[in-house]
């Protein structure tokens, strides 16, 4: 296999459950982009909550790329380039937002420095990964690099486009429900979850495969060239675009089933494992 591209999602694969990258994983990747590989995260994160990783990576130093809200922007880390942007319309995101105010969700948007809440302190989750509640509205806050604002009525506020609209609610609850909160809008917008606790709309055809389609084909990168590690339902489209598609030890099954090999777990260093048997 001719690897021209590395391309990684970032929780669960990239990082271990700690949420950190570990040394062995940092190291394989810094090598293959000393090897000419380009190395590309790719993650339901805004791009402000990725940047830690293309620091700790080296990646501006290699033409690295970041694909962010699950594959509506992608940014050129080493010219700051935006190659690709396809937002909701207002549209959408307003009769989205308005739609979201009859179901027991909690609706986050983003732009520039701020996150928009309803509430500040109404984010709080009973999960079961953690102990006791969990705000998620602070969660996200904090990894996306935000200062939180609260306004009253999202869906009156917005007045710009946005690449992605958060949803945050109990896993049960959204597992019941995102076929009722996404059925109005199926035909004109994209509705995945990226984890069990989140469901995100993005514009209609936006995902992280497409993203890729749309940013590597131009520079002579084909799916063919391609290795990709994925752990969640938002990666499925990467991992069956890739030539080589990795899901981690520890993904859905869905993800597994759709792979070409299964790796290790991310708290075992899998991405490692897989380069040193790929490269």
């Known amino acids: 296999m001719n690897v021209k591209a590395i391309v990684l999602d970032i929780d669960g694969t990239l990082l271990n459950d700690e949420k950190k990258l570990t040394t062995q994983t940092r190291e394989a990747l810094i090598d293959a982009q000393k090897k000419g590989i380009k190395v590309i995260l790719a993650s339901g994160r805004p791009t402000p909550g990725m940047l830690k990783y293309v620091d700790e990576l080296q990646m501006n130093q290699y033409n690295g790329m970041v694909v962010s809200y699950n594959g509506a922007h992608v940014l050129d880390v080493s010219t700051q380039k935006e190659l690709f942007s396809q ?3 207002i549209e959408n995101s307003k009769n989205i937002l308005e739609h979201l105010k009859q179901f027991d969700v909690k609706p986050m948007i983003a732009k520039d420095d701020y996150m ?3 509430n500040v302190f109404d984010g709080m989750l009973d999960l079961n990964f ?11 806050s904090r990894g996306g690099n935000f ?12 007045d710009f486009p946005l ?7 109990q896993p049960e609850y959204l597992q019941e429900n995102w076929q009722k909160i996404l059925a109005p809008f199926k035909e004109s917008v ?8 989140y469901f995100e709309f993005t514009d209609q055809g936006i995902d992280k495969a497409n993203a890729l389609e749309q940013t590597l084909k131009p ?8 290795i990709s590690f994925g752990d969640g339902y938002n990666d499925l489209s990467l991992i069956n675009y890739a030539g080589m598609g990795v899901a981690m030890g520890n993904a859905v099954d869905e993800l597994k089933q759709a792979a070409n090999h299964v790796t290790a777990s991310n708290n075992e260093d899998g991405i490692a494992q897989s380069l040193a048997k790929f490269l």
């Open 87 to 89: 937002p909701l319309s």
């Open 116 to 118: 928009y809440v309803n």
């Open 130 to 140: 953690t102990d006791g509640l969990f705000n998620i509205i602070e969660y996200e």
């Open 147 to 158: 200062q939180l604002c609260e306004k009253d009525d999202l869906a009156a506020f917005v």
């Open 163 to 169: 690449h992605k609209i958060l949803v945050a609610a």
């Open 190 to 197: 994209s509705g995945v979850f990226s984890a069990p606790m």
């Open 219 to 226: 520079l002579g990168i084909n799916p063919e060239h391609i």
